[in-house]
């Protein structure tokens, strides 16, 4: 089954905290990218990768980081978490950039204390 | 960068009613529309796009409209269903997926 994962789904954290969210697509997609979604904000772009090794920043990449080491994963890095990092977190791919649909994964909720 | 605008952010219409939501950008170099659609506690799904060198595009119920030069584009769904509550987000982007911005959503409600 085609598919985009996010794991974990659910996360409670404290201030200052390293954390990673993993994100892996099955569908040997080039285009991936990490969006936060908060309450009437939409959903903003943190960071995209056009493939492997290339990544850029979108909207809002201030205090995370993110790696494209392989095609099917692009992991999620805040090295040290915050209270307003608390948000939904989406990742997404594509086969192209905008060429197609953009699959979107199951979200990952993230509360830092 | 892009800025992406919409409205209206509620929407409330009788089942078997049309809904309209606009949104205007400010990039002229997005030449990329796709609308979501995000069911509570979903993820958002694509259910259609459209691109510069077209003025609308239609799907069934649902239909797409581009003004490039106004900077707008529309969504519409017509014979509206209780299932077509959801929030909906545009979003504007070029081909490369930089500048890839969505709005800020509009929450429809079909009342039965």
């Known amino acids: 089954e085609a598919q985009v994962t996010q794991n974990p789904r659910y996360l409670i954290t404290v201030t200052g905290k390293k954390l990673t969210v993993t994100c892996s697509q099955n569908?040997?997609?080039?285009?991936m990218s990490w969006y936060r979604q908060d309450p009437g904000l939409g959903l903003r772009q943190i960071y995209y990768s056009m493939n492997v090794e290339v990544t850029d920043k979108g909207d809002v990449p201030e205090g995370y980081k993110v790696s494209r080491k392989e095609k099917r994963n692009f992991p999620l890095i805040l090295e040290s978490p915050s209270p307003n990092q608390t948000s939904l977190y989406f990742c997404a791919s594509s086969q192209k950039p905008l060429a197609g649909t953009q699959f979107f994964g199951p979200g990952t909720r993230l509360t830092v204390l | 960068g892009e800025n992406v605008e919409q409205h209206p952010s509620t929407l409330s219409v009788q089942e078997g009613d049309s809904a309209v939501i606009k949104c205007t950008y400010s990039d002229s170099a997005s030449n990329y529309f796709p609308w979501y659609k995000q069911e509570l506690g979903k993820r958002p799904q694509l259910i259609i796009d459209?691109?510069?060198?077209?003025g609308e595009k239609k799907d069934q119920r649902i239909a797409v409209t581009l003004n490039k030069t106004a900077k707008h584009f529309s969504l519409h769904i017509t014979e509206t269903q209780p299932e077509d509550s959801a929030v909906y987000f545009c979003?504007?982007?070029?081909?490369?997926?930089?500048?890839?911005?969505f709005g800020p959503g509009t929450r429809l409600s079909v009342l039965p």
């Open positions: 569908m040997n997609h080039e285009y």
């Open positions: 979003a504007a982007g070029d081909n490369y997926g930089q500048n890839f911005v």
């Open positions: 459209i691109r510069s060198n077209v």
